[in-house]
C-alpha cells in the first residue's frame, strides 16, 4: 500500500519540487510583507484588523510574484487576479482561525500566532495555485531532467579534460561504446 504512494509522492516531488521552492520564496516575501503590515497596523488597528489589512496586502504582493515568477498562466490576468484574491480568502479563513484560536483562545504571543497562521496556510494556497488557478504544468523543469543535464555536463567537463572519471565523481557514468572493452 505503500509504495504507491512513494511512488506518487516521488513523481509529485520531481514534477513540482522546484516550484514549491519558488513559490516557498514568494511565500516568504508575501509573509514578511503581512507581518510588517501587521505590526506596523497593530497599534492603531487591533490585532484583528492588523491582521485583515496584512492578509489583503501580502494577497496583492503574492499574486503578483505568483503571476510573473512561480506560476504559468493559462486564464486572463483579471480572472486569475479574481480567483487568487478568492481562493486566498478561503486560505486567509484557516490562517485566521489558527492565529485567532492560538492567540485568543490558548493565550499564545501574538506574533507567534501570527507567523504559525501564516505557516497553516501555506500548503492549501500552494495546492490551490498549482492545480486550479494556475496552470497545472509547472513554469520549470522536472527535478530529474536538471539532475540528469548536470551530470551530463560533469561527464562532458571529465570527457574534455581527456580523463577518466575518479569513482563517485559523476551521477552517470559517460556513455560506453560497444566496441570498449
Known amino acids: 500500500m505503500l509504495y504507491p504512494m512513494r511512488e506518487t509522492v516521488t513523481r509529485l ?13 514568494v511565500s516568504v516575501v508575501s509573509a514578511l510583507s503581512e507581518w510588517t503590515i501587521f505590526i506596523a497596523s497593530l497599534s492603531s488597528a487591533g490585532p484583528v484588523g492588523a491582521a485583515l489589512i496584512g492578509f489583503a496586502c501580502a494577497t496583492g504582493v503574492n499574486f503578483v510574484l505568483s ?23 478561503v486560505a486567509f479563513a484557516a490562517n485566521f482561525a489558527v492565529f485567532y484560536l492560538l492567540f485568543a483562545m490558548a493565550g499564545l504571543y501574538v506574533l507567534y500566532a501570527k507567523v504559525i497562521g501564516t505557516c497553516a496556510g501555506f500548503a492549501f494556497n500552494y495546492t490551490l495555485r498549482q492545480f486550479f488557478i494556475f496552470s497545472r504544468v509547472s513554469r520549470f523543469p522536472a527535478l530529474s531532467k536538471l539532475i540528469d543535464r548536470g551530470a ?4 562532458a567537463a571529465i570527457q574534455a579534460e581527456g580523463r577518466a572519471p575518479d ?15
Open 13 to 25: 516531488a520531481n514534477q513540482y519540487g522546484i516550484g514549491l521552492v519558488v513559490y516557498g520564496g
Open 152 to 155: 551530463r555536463r560533469e561527464v
Open 67 to 89: 503571476h510573473f515568477v512561480a506560476f504559468r498562466s493559462k486564464r486572463p490576468l483579471l480572472e486569475e487576479l479574481v480567483l487568487v484574491a478568492t481562493m486566498s480568502s
Open 167 to 181: 569513482v563517485g565523481e559523476t551521477r552517470v557514468s559517460a556513455p560506453s561504446s560497444p566496441l570498449r572493452n
